[in-house]
Structures are given as C-alpha cells and as structure tokens.
C-alpha cells in the first residue's frame, strides 16, 4: 500500500507530514515560516514519535511495513517527482512516524482554521457589544 500511494502522491504525503510538524520551510524557504513557528507549538512531531514508541509490536510492525513500501515506492520511480525539481529539494525518506503526522495535518486542515474564525468572531462580538453598551447608555442620557 505505501509502494502504491507513494507513486502516487508522494509529494502531497511530504507536504501533509510537513505541514503537522512544522517543517514547510525546508521545502518553500522563509516565506514558510510564520506557518512552521504556529505548527511547531504543538509539538506534532514529538507527539508522533511517543505514538509510535508506544505501540505494540504488531501495530508498529505495520507501520514500518508500510513505510518501507513508501521509500521502495519512491526509490522505485526513477526520478524525483517533478514538485522536487521545480522546488529544487530532495525528497525526504518516510518514516514511521510521519504516518501519525497525517491525521496530525489532518486535523490541523479540519481544525486549527476554524480556531482563528471563531477567535475572530469572539473579538467581532465582543466589538459589537462593546459599542451597543455604549450606543444604549448614551440613549438613555
């Protein structure tokens, strides 16, 4: 399976594992950065890595499995896959980890965006309110 998506999606996995753990810059450059400093504060890759410490043999041999079908999959393609050249990077060999790192991005894409709209519809609210407190006090004046 990890053979398959690789050749697949390898690029779009890289950028998905990147993404939870901060590590965007490492393929965009500085233009990456503000992104990488607000992931970084959840600690996604270090969750990651106690995950896949604490698994048991069976569920932690299935994700080695399939990381090695990744890096085989990726090995297999003859050429880095074309984001690579255009970006001028190499692609990064999968780990176990990075498989925990998805759902990870996964919820930061579900998620963390919806955080920074309702913090900012808080701040609209409380805006709002703040100036009907004071439209309501000067009508009865």
Same mark, same amino acid.
């Given at each position: 399976?990890?053979?398959?998506?690789?050749?697949?999606?390898?690029?779009?996995?890289?950028?998905? %594992? %990147?993404? $939870?753990?901060?590590? +965007? $810059?490492?393929?965009?450059? =500085?233009?990456?950065? =503000?992104?990488?400093?607000?992931?970084? *504060?959840?600690?996604?890759?270090?969750?990651?890595?106690?995950? *896949?410490?604490?698994?048991?043999?069976?569920?932690?041999?299935?994700?080695?499995?399939?990381?090695?079908? *990744?890096? /085989?999959?990726?090995?297999?393609?003859?050429?880095?896959?074309?984001?690579?050249?255009?970006? %001028?990077?190499?692609? /990064?060999?999968?780990? =176990?980890?990075?498989? +925990?790192?998805?759902?990870?991005?996964?919820?930061?894409?579900?998620?963390?965006?919806?955080?920074? +709209?309702?913090a900012a519809q808080?701040?609209?609210?409380?805006?709002?309110?703040?100036?009907?407190?004071? /439209?309501?006090?000067?009508?009865?004046?």
């Amino acid at each position: 399976l990890g053979l398959a998506h690789a050749q697949d999606r390898y690029f779009q996995m890289d950028l998905s %594992r %990147r993404l $939870a753990a901060g590590e +965007i $810059a490492e393929l965009f450059g =500085p233009v990456a950065l =503000p992104h990488d400093r607000r992931a970084r *504060v959840f600690g996604f890759r270090r969750v990651a890595r106690e995950v *896949v410490a604490s698994l048991g043999d069976a569920e932690r041999a299935v994700l080695e499995a399939y990381s090695r079908g *990744v890096n /085989a999959g990726l090995a297999g393609l003859g050429s880095r896959p074309w984001e690579y050249w255009a970006l %001028r990077v190499r692609p /990064a060999a999968w780990l =176990p980890e990075d498989s +925990i790192l998805v759902a990870h991005a996964m919820w930061w894409q579900l998620q963390y965006g919806g955080f920074e +709209i309702e913090a900012a519809q808080r701040a609209i609210e409380a805006q709002l309110s703040a100036l009907a407190a004071g /439209a309501s006090g000067s009508d009865v004046d």
